[in-house]
């Protein structure tokens, strides 16, 4: 069985996020920018698979600018057999690129795509259920478990209140939360080996999609900056201040 790993470019998850001076949007020039966190617990995860003998190949593809070459880079590090880029310069929407990686389905054909629950730089939480909705697929999303069967997966999902499990039939779309797994790192000659394995690039275009964006991006602002914190002296002033200044009581 293959498995496809869409795999997300953002801004590297320890750098403080700065708004263009425009307004625009966030600045992404000369800043680092890694594998959305999530998508590499999904290439972990799909590698697990690979090595418990329940997976043939693991593809991963990536939707965005050139550059995206490098998160593909990592994944294919890490242990990932090849990689597909569909190249754009466009700002990617969830349901745009839900679509490309519809077209991308039916021209690999996996039994199983593994995404991230959601991307930290939009926090959309969307991209794998929509993929789902336009597959006509199976989905198990938020996953902290994932076992697969004859035909089926038993996956434990991260709810409100506890963990659900459910059984859902293959092909499924997987979205994988925090605690499936901890990522590994690429070794150095993982590393090296990764600059030979094979990165197929697509457009939009050739894979009948339009990518145009359906939302137009206002105003982006900093949040407002909080005020210091003060220390009371006891309980009934800090009664008092929640009452009189903040008026929360
Ligand atoms: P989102 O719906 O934007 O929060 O993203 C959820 C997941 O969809 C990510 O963790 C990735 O697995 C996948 N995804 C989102 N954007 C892209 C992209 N540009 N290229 C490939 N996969 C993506």
Do not use: H
């Not at 293959?170 to 605690?179: K, Y």
């Not at 009948?208 to 105003?219: A, E, I, Q, S």
């Amino acid at each position: 069985m293959k498995i496809l790993v869409p795999v997300k470019r953002v801004v590297d998850a320890n750098i403080k996020v700065r708004v263009k001076a425009d307004g625009t949007g966030v600045e992404t020039q000369n800043v680092k920018m890694s594998m959305n966190p999530f998508c590499e617990i999904a290439v972990e995860q799909a590698i697990r698979l690979k090595e418990a003998g329940k997976a043939t190949e693991i593809i991963a593809v990536s939707c965005g600018v050139a550059q995206s070459q490098e998160t593909l880079r990592t994944a294919l590090a890490m242990g990932a057999d090849r990689g597909i880029l569909v190249e754009t310069d466009v700002a990617l929407e969830p349901l745009a690129i839900a679509k490309l990686l519809k077209a991308v389905v039916e021209k690999e054909q996996p039994g199983l795509v593994i995404l991230g629950k959601q991307a930290i730089d939009n926090d959309c939480n969307q991209t794998g259920q929509m993929l789902s909705a336009l597959l006509g697929w199976s989905q198990g999303t938020f996953i902290s478990k994932l076992e697969l069967g004859d035909g089926t997966a038993d996956v434990t999902r991260e709810i409100d209140g506890g963990l659900e499990v459910i059984k859902i039939k293959l092909p499924a779309i997987v979205t994988v939360d925090l605690r499936l797994n901890e990522p590994r790192y690429a070794s150095l000659p993982n590393i090296m080996k990764a600059k030979k394995k094979p990165i197929e690039t697509l457009k939009p275009d050739a894979l009948g999609v339009d990518v145009n964006p359906r939302v137009v991006t206002l105003k982006v602002v900093e949040p407002p900056k909080r005020n210091a914190g003060v220390k009371v002296p006891d309980v009934k002033t800090l009664i008092e201040k929640l009452r009189n200044e903040a008026k929360v009581i």
